[in-house]
């Protein structure tokens, strides 16, 4: 019995280094054709490294369109608007899972709707909206127009839900206010789902591009997404300068790859203190 609880182990830690390898393939062929010439690339049969490593091509790269200007717009907006959807998903999903007022269920209800609206039905009135208000092609305007997600409230109230109501009503009975018992009580104990929730929204604003690139004009505002277009296309890089795309597109998912290494330990480790607490 205990050879074949090994045996099993084994074959799962072999099926997960084989996914891994699969998943990290993608990057590794960034990396490797960026350090390739143009010719190299479209090479007959396809080679798994360079023949003469070509590292000057990432600062290549970096100086030919502002790179860091991009990087640090995408950063800059993705965690602010983290910061917003934490506050404002937190206050919400409390008010819906903790707190007792008129409507309840059918504001719950018009929350549940909202998710399953397409982000592309709400962009003409969000332009117009932006437009009157003053905030198109301003960090403001792409910031505000996102600082509340429907995704996220969702998320936050499925955590809270797993949160005996029990906690909350001793604090209330403690005298605690709302907020102290949202930031004191349930933060610690769902911490796992709001991890989650700052990589899954830094995900998605770092590479956001339709909306930013329908509210802003200046080149200074570009995300990277955008900014990678501008250098694929308007720079004349397309189809001529592969291993200068290859390096821009590895140094600007760099940021991602980082937060998620740093984040995945965190992540697991308050999940698992999370569940026993709520098991507690």
């Avoid at 965190?266 to 698992?272: A, H, P, V």
Wanted: net charge positive.
């Amino acid at each position: 019995m205990q050879g074949l609880n090994k045996l099993g182990t084994l074959s799962r830690h072999i099926l997960l280094a084989a996914a891994s390898l699969v998943m990290a393939f993608p990057f590794y062929w960034m990396v490797t054709n960026a350090l390739k010439s143009n010719d190299e690339i479209w090479q007959t049969p396809p080679t798994l490294w360079a023949e003469n490593p070509n590292w000057g091509q990432f600062a290549e790269a970096w100086v030919a369109a502002p790179f860091e200007r991009y990087m640090f717009n995408s950063i800059f907006v993705a965690m602010s608007i983290i910061v917003l959807q934490v506050i404002n998903s937190g206050m919400m999903a409390y008010a819906l899972t903790h707190m007792k007022f008129r409507l309840k269920g059918v504001f719950t209800g018009l929350v549940l709707v909202g998710y399953m609206i397409p982000s592309t039905a709400v962009y003409l009135p969000g332009y117009i909206l932006l437009g009157q208000m003053g905030l198109l092609d301003s960090y403001t305007g792409l910031i505000l127009s996102n600082c509340v997600s429907v995704f996220s409230i969702f998320l936050i109230r499925q955590a809270f839900l797993q949160v005996s109501h029990e906690m909350v009503e001793a604090g209330q009975i403690d005298g605690a206010s709302h907020f102290r018992i949202l930031w004191t009580i349930l933060l610690p104990l769902t911490r796992s789902s709001f991890a989650v929730l700052g990589l899954i929204t830094f995900i998605d604003q770092y590479n956001n591009y339709f909306w930013p690139m329908l509210i802003t004009k200046s080149q200074d505002l570009q995300l990277v997404s955008a900014g990678l277009r501008s250098f694929f296309v308007e720079g004349g890089a397309y189809g001529l300068k592969w291993p200068l795309i290859m390096a821009a597109s590895a140094f600007t998912i760099a940021p991602l790859l980082v937060l998620f290494a740093l984040t995945q330990k965190t992540i697991m480790q308050s999940f698992n203190m999370s569940a026993g607490a709520s098991k507690g």
